[in-house]
């Protein structure tokens, strides 16, 4: 199974932002190097491997096109977008934000080959909503996927606008607006950068616009579709593809009910052969494991029905984990939980445990998760899941968040995969029990069919606490102690 993130570019010059490369041993690597005591000081990590200031940056050759919605320049290798903050303090909620696209290759996932697009660059409008910098966009508001169909993925990015009220609702209208992609790259034409395109909504949720926008294939036609739910709590909203370049979907449906939460969507098969994938409807939290609502997709059949119900779990995945060709989902315990008195802990048929739901409509199968080390656990959870299957032999595994890294779960095999931030960053000592990275996906960046897993870190204390502003990223080497690429993205 191939995956997951995908990045735009690094224009390093133009913007002030550097991805620097993690090279040599110690605490920069993270991989098979010892681990260093607390007391170690700058000039020593900086000797043994913290990020210096990269080459200057390449940018991707162009391609021919490609039929998967991670493949950037269509050259045929997956792609990776990463989250760019630009300033030196990730915990600043103000910092200014870019969309990174690091590029695949025969050789692997290449730090050397980026680029960097800001608003202007996606040809985005100025949102009056943001606390943020003129030129910011959040990766986590970015999806990728080919609505017009000509083999360059475009970016989906939600900006908010005006606070409207629609005479029920008052909120900020968000809309997606399609940065067109092509051989060039995102937003570019001959001539210039061009103006991104508003997607066109059913009437019903014009006015206050969507939210939780996914991509995927719903109905299993080639044609890459979009899913959100409306923002005036009418419907879940499907647009399905091709899209024109006025935005326009070629079909919508809005007769699916409306819940509470987010969506989470299988993923498009990066092969370009046509596979329905499912949508599941993650219920509200607030920190408490909450309910999911399965919509399962067919091919030559729209999404619909009332869905099927499935456990509580605020973790979740979409992969073949039997090995059978069909698709399942797992769904489970993040770990995190509601500090309100009465509810610390959850359900022994939740906690601590994942269950796989077959593609094939057989019963789930229940899996423990690792238990948690003592004096380590927190009400917000080591975090979620990612499908990966990196040996190649078409059964996924699942790739859980642990107090200690990541652990992936492969049928009755359990295979720890560690990496570590450095024990000084920002001028301060990291606590031992922030040091270890989070896994963050996987994917097939060389193209030989195994996957690679995607592991991130900060010092910063949100990510230590909600896995947010991520600045160091590993993408390994299977699950062995060797790193086909590791890098940091810093801001000036």
């Not at 915990?91 to 050397?112: E, K, W």
């Not at 990766?139 to 993925?153: I, K, N, R, W, Y």
């Not at 031992?432 to 996987?442: F, I, L, N, S, T």
Request: some cysteine; charged content about 25%.
């Amino acid at each position: 199974m191939k995956p997951r993130t995908v990045l735009p570019a690094l224009a390093v010059c133009a913007v002030g932002v550097v991805l620097a490369p993690l090279t040599g041993c110690g605490s920069g690597s993270g991989a098979t190097s010892r681990k260093p005591s607390p007391s170690e000081d700058a000039a020593s990590a900086s000797a043994s491997g913290v990020p210096g200031v990269p080459t200057e940056s390449r940018r991707p050759s162009a391609g021919k096109g490609s039929k998967d919605p991670d493949d950037i320049n269509g050259d045929g290798f997956r792609d990776l977008v990463v989250p760019i903050s630009v300033g030196d303090d990730p915990n600043d909620p103000h910092r200014d934000q870019r969309v990174g696209v690091v590029y695949g290759s025969a050789n692997g996932l290449d730090p050397s080959t980026r680029t960097v697009h800001g608003r202007r660059d996606l040809g985005l409008p100025e949102s009056p909503e943001s606390q943020m910098g003129a030129d910011s966009v959040g990766a986590e508001s970015v999806v990728t996927a080919d609505l017009d169909g000509d083999g360059f993925p475009d970016l989906v990015t939600s900006v908010p606008g005006e606070t409207v009220d629609d005479g029920r609702i008052s909120a900020t209208r968000t809309a997606p607006y399609v940065t067109w992609g092509g051989p060039d790259g995102p937003g570019t034409k001959a001539g210039g950068a061009t103006r991104a395109t508003e997607v066109r909504l059913p009437r019903s949720a014009t006015a206050l616009g969507v939210e939780s926008v996914v991509r995927g294939d719903f109905d299993g036609d080639g044609h890459h579709d979009l899913a959100a739910l409306a923002a005036d709590h009418s419907s879940l909203v499907l647009l399905y593809g091709p899209f024109t370049r006025a935005g326009v979907p070629a079909r919508t449906n809005t007769g699916l009910p409306w819940t509470e939460g987010d969506l989470v969507a299988d993923n498009i098969d990066p092969s370009g052969e046509p596979r329905a994938t499912s949508l599941l409807l993650h219920g509200l939290t607030d920190g408490e494991q909450s309910g999911n609502t399965l919509y399962t997709a067919r091919r030559g059949a729209p999404l619909a029905g009332s869905g099927k119900q499935l456990r509580r779990g605020n973790a979740h995945a979409f992969g073949d984990f039997d090995g059978d060709g069909q698709r399942d989902v797992a769904v489970g315990d993040d770990g995190g939980r509601n500090n309100e008195p009465g509810f610390e802990t959850e359900a022994p048929d939740v906690a601590g445990s994942l269950a796989v739901y077959p593609g094939s409509g057989a019963a789930p199968v229940t899996r423990q998760l690792p238990e948690v080390p003592k004096k380590l656990s927190t009400y917000y959870g080591p975090g979620g899941f990612a499908a990966a299957d990196p040996d190649g032999d078409g059964r996924d595994g699942v790739l859980v968040a642990t107090y200690e890294g990541a652990t992936l779960i492969d049928g009755d095999r359990r295979i720890p995969v560690l990496r570590q931030g450095p024990a000084k960053a920002d001028g301060r000592k990291t606590a031992a029990k922030w040091r270890h990275a989070r896994p963050a996906g996987a994917a097939d960046f060389d193209g030989d069919g195994k996957d690679e897993l995607i592991l991130n870190w900060s010092s910063g204390a949100l990510f230590g606490l909600y896995g947010l502003h991520p600045t160091h990223w590993w993408i390994t080497e299977g699950t062995s102690s060797r790193d086909q690429a590791s890098f940091a993205t810093t801001g000036a």
